[in-house]
């Protein structure tokens, strides 16, 4: 059996597709191996074929001697230790859920639905870094998979509404204490009227008392327009993730344009997006909506009526599921060749850990 090194198991990411791996026994046909910067030398999950002790993620010796090593640790960890793994002659396969190597040459984004056959072809010609793509671009390809299939894609422009914890854990938590600041202003000031709570409440979200030490603002009861840094196109990093990140995964000769804008909402999980598409010639919307309907085994095309989508098409509804539902689905008053599309869908499962633990299913089974 190939042993394999997880890495940064105990975060959000991490956690989600340690789960994943027990619920589909995927720890049976390894040898697991956990590492941490934290806790090593203390007792390893309790997973099949488990090193007993966990091992420290610093160790370059201990990590070089897994044939498989899968980081959820994080840019910063992948920075100073890929580089120093590869430099002292390791040649095994790094799967990583970072965005530090994405967009190198000698790495492959993955995301099984959509481009599982150009893995198979990578591990095939000796490719050995493996990366999970951004979690709204994964999420996008998938529901609008069967249009990419059939060309019909000219370009898109992505309104994303991402959750708090695609920020992380401590982002996550941060948000529930600013609901919970709210929640005990609201109670002792039940008796007032909604404007005079209105007042109250922003009041509150502005002061230095608000929790906000990890957004930098209050998201509860707000939105926040802008994720991660400032790019020269006057972009956001995370919005121009969108186009690099899905040519790269679709494997493009000629880019499709994609673009729009990120904002950041007071859902715990899961990220939706509303998409304007244009389609490259015109096709009636029952031949569309077949095509994304069949394109792969995880998209779940919503009806266009009030009660399915706010049943289906909602944060709450898609939290744990691996299904990406899409609704939405018409043609705009823009013209014939523009479609409307809303898509949601869980960032820790497809747009995170699933595609992970799926490229490390189709290395194993190469092996």
């Known amino acids: 059996m190939k042993k394999v090194g997880f890495i940064g198991w105990r975060g959000m990411v991490g956690s989600v597709l340690v789960e994943r791996m027990l619920s589909e026994n995927d720890f049976h046909s390894i040898e697991s191996y956990f590492f941490s910067t934290s806790v090593g030398g203390e007792k390893a999950p309790a997973v099949k074929n488990a090193y007993e002790k966990v091992l420290s993620s610093l ?10 090593l899968v980081s959820c640790q994080g840019g910063d960890y992948t920075l100073e230790m890929y580089p120093l793994l590869r430099s002292s002659g390791w040649k095994g396969y790094w799967i990583d859920a970072a965005s530090t190597l ?27 870094d493996f990366v999970g793509g951004n979690c709204t671009v994964s999420l996008m390809l998938i529901a609008l998979h069967g249009l990419f299939k059939e060309n019909l894609v000219e370009w898109v422009s992505s309104m994303t509404y991402q959750a708090a914890s695609g920020a992380g854990a401590k982002n996550m938590l941060e948000l529930l204490n600013q609901m919970q600041s709210i929640g005990h202003l609201s109670a002792i000031h039940a008796s007032l009227g909604a404007l005079e709570i209105e007042k109250k409440a922003n009041t509150l979200i502005s002061s230095d008392q608000f929790p906000k030490e990890q957004f930098g603002h209050p998201l509860a009861l707000n ?5 991660d840094s400032e790019w020269p196109t006057g972009q956001s990093k ?95 008053t823009l013209g014939d060749q523009y479609l409307n599309a809303f898509t949601c869908g869980d960032q820790l499962l497809w747009g995170a850990a699933e595609p992970l633990r799926c490229v490390l299913k189709q290395i194993l089974n190469r092996s």
Do not use: F, Y
């Open 59 to 68: 160790d370059l010796k201990q990590l070089s001697q897994m044939d498989i």
């Open 102 to 128: 994405r967009m190198k040459e000698h790495a492959m984004i993955v995301l099984d639905p959509v481009n599982s056959d150009k893995i198979e072809q990578g591990i095939s010609q000796g490719v050995k």
């Open 223 to 227: 939105l926040l327009p802008w994720i």
């Open 238 to 332: 995370e919005e121009w993730k969108a186009q690099v990140e899905a040519n790269k995964i679709l494997q493009t000769k000629t880019p499709v344009p994609i673009d729009g804008t990120c904002v950041r909402v007071s859902a715990l999980r899961c990220h939706s997006q509303a998409l304007t598409i244009k389609l490259t010639k015109s096709a009636d919307l029952t031949t569309l909506e077949d095509l994304i309907r069949e394109a792969n085994p995880w998209v779940r095309l919503v009806a266009n009526h009030k009660a399915q989508t706010l049943d289906q098409l909602t944060p709450a509804a898609v939290s744990g599921k691996l299904q990406i539902p899409i609704g939405r689905v018409r043609k705009m």
